[in-house]
C-alpha cells in the first residue's frame, strides 16, 4: 500500500505545484465548464477555497477524493465496499477539518409495503447492469450481472434506501408517463416491450 500512497501524494503535489506539465496542459486541465467540470475533476468553492474533487464506484470499489491545493490539503476515501456512501463520508470527513460541525448519520424508517407490491418494482431495468430483485422477502439492487447485491428498502411509495449505507437522497423506481416503471432513468425492460 506504500507504492499507492506514495503515487497519490505524488500526483496531488504535481496538481498543486504545476511543474510537471507545461502550463499549457494545466490551463487546460483546470479550466472549468458551466457544469463546474474540469479535466476529470470538478471545481467548487468550499470554505473559503478552491475544491477540486471527483468520486466514482465500480464493481465493488468506491472512491471519492478531494484537492484544497491553496492548503495543501488532499482527502482521499477509496473503499472495496460499495455499500458505503464515500461521497458523505469524504465531505464530513473535509467538514470536521474544516470546523463545521457534522451531523450524526440515521437511518430512515422503513415503510411497509406487502411482498406483491415490492414485487412490481423487480425487473431488468438495464440488461446486466441495474436490476431489482426480491429474494426471501427481502429488496436487492442487483448490479454488474448479478455479482453485487445490495439490499434496500422502502421508506415511501417508490422512494428506497440502501440498509447498509447511510444514504441522503433515496432511489426513485416509478412510473413514467407512458406507464412504465423507471429506475435511474431507466423503464423496465418487460414494460418497454409491451
Same mark, same amino acid.
Given at each position: 500500500?506504500?507504492?499507492? @500512497?506514495?503515487?497519490?501524494? *505524488?500526483?496531488?503535489?504535481?496538481?498543486?505545484d504545476?511543474?510537471?506539465?507545461s502550463?499549457?496542459?494545466?490551463? #487546460?486541465?483546470?479550466?472549468?465548464?458551466? @457544469?463546474?467540470?474540469?479535466y476529470?475533476?470538478?471545481?467548487?468553492?468550499?470554505?473559503?477555497?478552491?475544491?477540486?474533487?471527483?468520486?466514482?464506484?465500480? &464493481?465493488?470499489v468506491?472512491?471519492?477524493?478531494?484537492?484544497y491545493?491553496?492548503?495543501? &490539503?488532499?482527502?482521499?476515501?477509496? #473503499?472495496?465496499?460499495?455499500?458505503?456512501? *464515500?461521497?458523505r463520508?469524504?465531505?464530513?470527513?473535509?467538514?470536521? &477539518?474544516?470546523?463545521?460541525?457534522v451531523?450524526?448519520?440515521?437511518?430512515?424508517?422503513?415503510?411497509?409495503?406487502?411482498?406483491n407490491?415490492?414485487?412490481?418494482?423487480?425487473?431488468?431495468?438495464?440488461?446486466?447492469?441495474?436490476?431489482?430483485?426480491?429474494?426471501?422477502?427481502? &429488496?436487492?439492487?442487483?448490479?454488474?450481472?448479478?455479482?453485487?447485491?445490495?439490499?434496500?428498502?422502502?421508506?415511501?411509495?417508490?422512494?428506497?434506501?440502501?440498509?447498509?449505507?447511510?444514504?441522503?437522497?433515496?432511489?426513485?423506481?416509478?412510473? @413514467?408517463?407512458?406507464?412504465?416503471?423507471?429506475?435511474?432513468?431507466?423503464?423496465?425492460?418487460?414494460?418497454?416491450?409491451?
Amino acid at each position: 500500500m506504500a507504492g499507492a @500512497n506514495e503515487d497519490l501524494t *505524488q500526483w496531488h503535489a504535481c496538481l498543486r505545484d504545476r511543474k510537471m506539465l507545461s502550463q499549457k496542459t494545466y490551463a #487546460s486541465f483546470f479550466n472549468v465548464n458551466k @457544469n463546474n467540470y474540469c479535466y476529470g475533476l470538478e471545481h467548487h468553492q468550499m470554505y473559503g477555497t478552491d475544491r477540486y474533487s471527483h468520486g466514482g464506484d465500480h &464493481l465493488g470499489v468506491s472512491a471519492f477524493v478531494q484537492h484544497y491545493f491553496e492548503e495543501d &490539503l488532499c482527502i482521499i476515501i477509496l #473503499s472495496n465496499n460499495e455499500a458505503m456512501n *464515500q461521497y458523505r463520508l469524504g465531505n464530513a470527513v473535509s467538514d470536521i &477539518l474544516h470546523g463545521v460541525e457534522v451531523g450524526v448519520p440515521g437511518k430512515p424508517e422503513e415503510f411497509f409495503m406487502g411482498e406483491n407490491k415490492l414485487k412490481q418494482y423487480c425487473g431488468t431495468y438495464f440488461k446486466d447492469k441495474i436490476q431489482v430483485e426480491l429474494i426471501h422477502g427481502k &429488496l436487492y439492487f442487483t448490479r454488474f450481472a448479478g455479482n453485487l447485491h445490495i439490499e434496500i428498502y422502502p421508506v415511501d411509495e417508490g422512494k428506497f434506501v440502501r440498509k447498509y449505507s447511510d444514504q441522503i437522497h433515496p432511489y426513485n423506481i416509478h412510473e @413514467n408517463e407512458a406507464g412504465q416503471m423507471t429506475f435511474f432513468g431507466y423503464a423496465k425492460e418487460e414494460d418497454a416491450k409491451k
